[in-house]
């Protein structure tokens, strides 16, 4: 892992595969630190001849974190949103500026251009990077997010209230519990949910490798507070694939096919049993659409 600077922050990264191979960056999703990212994926992607850089989101694991910069509630975002108040002036940052940490992120690797996959907030960051910085991206992969649209089905009760569940007391245990009824709630069917002791085992890795409740507070005050995007997503001119599961609670598949729609020429894939996490049974049904569809936007050179 090493840090580079961009954007005018640090951001935390990590490359893998041939600095000679196109750049393919991925963007994690709400308060999720880069070691998330399934390593069984990032093999995939570098056999299909992409070099593969995951990075930590501001405020979250190693990167620049925005310490003292205290957010509205989301209550009070949602409300000033209803009532007409400008609430993108009063958040510490947006989704805008997380999309142009990661567009600046390829070009301080050197790169021209990257194809570029986010998850949940993260597909949501690889949309705005392709609307504002359409110079950076050579393909989008939205993966498990939204169009944006205010009008789609909202998640189920259920998955809102384990997204946003706070432990009594902030240990490693405590998280781990958390993690475990939060995958329980909107994650995969059984069948290919990641086991319960695994769940617990990575929430606890990634608390003891940085921990910022705060960070996490931020993040979900610039998904609130960003201003919408879905009509501008008719613009684009980018080769794309929303992957979306079929069981996801917490972003319904129809905020995936909302995408679809609006975007020109994408494709689309709703996957049985997959719900909003990663777990290994489905890396091989999601490599089996990526890297076709890598295959048919690939570059001359390593730009």
Partial sequence: MAKI?????????????????????LVMGFSSQMINWPESLIQGLTDAGRRVVIFDN?????????DGQVPPSPRDIV??????????????????????????????????????MGVSMGGMIVQLMALNHPERVRSLIPVMTTSGDPALPPSTPEATAALTAVPEERTPEAIADLAVKGRAAY????????????????????????DRPMGVARQYAAILAQPRWHERLGELDVPTLVLHGEVDNLILPAAGQDIARRVPGAKIDIIEKWGHDLPEAVMPVLLNRIVPFLGQTAPSGPA
């Fill in 5 to 25: 600077q961009a954007n005018g922050i640090d951001i935390e990264y990590e490359a893998f595969g041939s600095e000679d191979d196109p750049l393919m960056l």
């Fill in 58 to 66: 501001r405020d979250i694991g190693l990167t620049t974190e925005f």
């Fill in 79 to 116: 409300k000033g949103i209803a009532a007409g108040e400008p609430m993108h002036e009063k958040v510490p940052y947006l989704l805008d500026d997380m999309a142009a940490d990661a567009a600046a992120l390829i070009d301080a690797l050197g790169a021209d251009k990257a194809d570029v």
């Fill in 187 to 210: 994650g995969s069917h059984p069948d290919v949910r990641t086991p319960d002791d695994e769940i617990r085992a990575n929430a606890i890795a990634a608390m003891q490798r940085s």
